[in-house]
């Protein structure tokens, strides 16, 4: 079991920035990639960006240029920094964390709530 906790979130105004953290915890060892998604009220959930054990990135094309992944494998954690952030990027944001030896697993952390106000 591996467990993950967000923390970071909170409100800002238009063009502002946020970094949100995600620390693992647990069987760490079954993990290779972890990426962050977001749902807004009343939309699906949708991912914002993913990142491998080894580095190599992957970013949804609304947070392009804007939004920066990466993980701190020595300490367990993965952080978004969102920079530019606009109205439409208020959601809750939740970390994800496939388990790597079980295709069946899927770990979610409990989300934190980012607000942008215009």
């Known amino acids: 079991q591996v467990q993950l906790v967000e923390s970071g979130g909170g409100l800002v105004q238009a063009g502002g920035s946020l970094r949100l953290s995600c620390a693992a915890s647990?069987?760490?060892?079954?993990?290779?990639?972890m990426g962050w998604y977001r749902q807004a009220p009343g939309k699906q959930r949708e991912l914002v960006a993913l990142?491998?054990?080894?580095?190599?990135?992957n970013y949804a094309d609304s947070v392009k240029g804007r939004f920066t992944i990466s993980r701190a494998n020595a300490k367990n954690t993965m952080y978004l920094q969102m920079n530019s952030l606009k109205p439409e990027d208020t959601a809750v944001y939740y970390c994800?964390?496939?388990?790597?030896?079980?295709?069946?697993?899927?770990?979610w952390g409990q989300g934190t709530q980012v607000t942008v106000s215009s």
């Open positions: 994800n964390a496939p388990d790597n030896n079980n295709p069946l697993m899927d770990y």
């Open positions: 647990g069987s760490i060892f079954s993990i290779n990639v």
């Open positions: 990142i491998t054990i080894g580095g190599g990135t």
